[in-house]
């Protein structure tokens, strides 16, 4: 109720240029599946159910242990990509590791369309076996076919330094408003970025 009424305050102010109270309440939303269990138990169920594989691992849920206050789940050995260790004692190489990072989220992202939206360094880890780990499923993320394929034709265009293409892109996904009709100027912008790139190699 707080946020909402701040940001009724705030839109007043703002004359009502953007929809502050439905993101307040998309906000207290995700806050309130936070701290209820159940959700990041049943994201870590799926996660697991799509994306388990012999390089990947995922923990268990303990489901008869688990409530909405408390999570219980499968414990798993391992360190943090970014912690020494990996190199010193377990002589893991990690660019493997980080270029099976990079394939799992891409297939998340655009081929499932459904990943793990917070995969920092504290929240992957490496197995003693050399697999990759993901924890705490709580911030988890969905994308439906249309976007996925918006965001591949996104890649390809970046990849060929395609401009044109790109700018049309951002506006299909909604980057950019649909009301910008003349598109020029991020095309310029886009044009000069790839010009001071290739300056740069």
Not at 45 to 71: A, D, N
Not at 143 to 166: C, K, W
Request: net charge negative.
């Amino acid at each position: 109720h707080v946020l909402r009424w701040l940001a009724a305050i705030i839109q007043k102010v703002m004359s009502g240029r953007s929809d502050l109270r439905a993101v307040a309440d998309q906000l207290v939303g995700r806050i309130l599946e936070e701290i209820d269990y159940r959700h990041e138990a049943a994201y870590a169920t799926r996660f697991g159910q799509l994306y388990r594989s012999e390089v990947v691992v995922v923990p268990r849920i303990l489901q008869s242990h688990s409530t909405s206050k408390v999570l219980t789940m499968e414990w798993l050995d391992g360190v943090s990509l970014a912690d020494p260790r990996l190199t010193e004692e377990l002589g893991i190489d990690p660019e493997p590791i980080i270029e099976l990072g990079v394939r799992c989220s891409l297939e998340q992202m655009l081929e499932r369309g459904f990943f793990h939206a917070d995969p920092h360094p504290g929240n992957l880890m490496v197995t003693p076996q050399g697999q990759l780990a993901y924890l705490d499923f709580g911030m988890m993320g969905s994308l439906d076919a249309p976007t996925r394929l918006g965001m591949i034709r996104l890649l390809v265009n970046f990849v060929n330094r395609d401009a044109a293409e790109l700018a049309k892109d951002f506006q299909a996904l909604g980057f950019l408003s649909p009301e910008v009709a003349d598109l020029g100027p991020i095309e310029a912008a886009l044009d000069k970025t790839f010009a001071a790139q290739n300056n740069d190699e």
